[in-house]
């Protein structure tokens, strides 16, 4: 069974950083895609960053790009996404989740909110 | 960018009956696109990827089909499980990946 944990800080300040750790399970980590995508509370999705297997290619979404950082250690079958210059509209709920058939997201953590509040 | 559109924003509909939800690209996206069941305070699960796959385990009553520009997601008969919101995805021409606003399902 495919599991995702994630797992960081809560609760930041505006300007601040922050490291999401998420740990996989149940699949050969080093054979797939992974990415990051976030869900503000009772609104939709968004796609932020993806990484390939070998941890060399990786995209991301304009508007975090420059502030946020994928990378991948396959030896541990774990990704993170490092957030610097933190904003309150950061505010999110930040889903691990591993890209299956080319590009669709086949497993997904239970999330982890973070917090940009003073 | 591809911009995905569904609708309608809100669906309710008795249960047994069929359910037709609606996803738009504003570009061509050939058969890239997926769909996802969101329940209430639970994460997102794929239901359906390269528009007419399911994904393992998923009821056979959950089905996708088009291509191009226009897809649909059909529950051939409701469930009281099914009431969740519904995103479509499309994976063509990225980055980025980007989600439809989401159909919300509600038993009437």
């Known amino acids: 069974e495919v599991q995702l944990v994630e797992s960081g800080r809560n609760l930041v300040q505006p300007g601040g950083s922050l490291r999401l750790s998420c740990v996989a399970s149940?699949?050969?980590?080093?054979?797939?895609?992974m990415s990051w995508v976030r869900q503000v509370p009772g609104k939709g999705l968004e796609w932020l960053a993806s990484?390939?297997?070998?941890?060399?290619?990786?995209y991301y979404l304009d508007s975090v790009k420059g502030r946020f950082t994928i990378s991948r250690d396959n030896a541990g079958s774990s990704v993170f996404l490092h957030m610097a210059g933190l904003k309150v509209d950061d505010t999110s709920v930040y889903y691990c989740?591993?890209?299956?058939?080319?590009?669709?997201?086949?497993?997904w953590g239970q999330g982890i909110l973070v917090t940009v509040s003073s | 960018e591809v911009v995905m559109t569904q609708s309608p924003a809100t669906l309710s509909v008795s249960p047994g009956e069929r359910v037709t939800l609606s996803c738009r690209a504003s570009q061509t996206i050939k058969s890239k696109l997926a769909w996802y069941q969101q329940r209430p305070g639970q994460a997102p699960r794929l239901l359906i990827y390269?528009?007419?796959t399911r994904a393992t385990g998923v009821p056979i009553r959950f089905s996708g089909s088009g291509s191009g520009t226009e897809f649909t997601l059909t529950i051939s008969s409701l469930q009281s499980e099914d009431v969740a919101v519904y995103y479509c995805?499309?994976?063509?021409?990225?980055?980025?990946?980007?989600f439809g606003q989401g159909t919300k399902v509600e038993i009437k």
């Open positions: 990484i390939d297997e070998r941890g060399i290619e990786k």
């Open positions: 989740v591993r890209e299956v058939g080319g590009g669709a997201f086949g497993g």
């Open positions: 149940g699949f050969v980590f080093s054979n797939f895609w």
């Open positions: 390269g528009a007419s």
């Open positions: 995805q499309h994976y063509h021409n990225w980055p980025p990946w980007t």
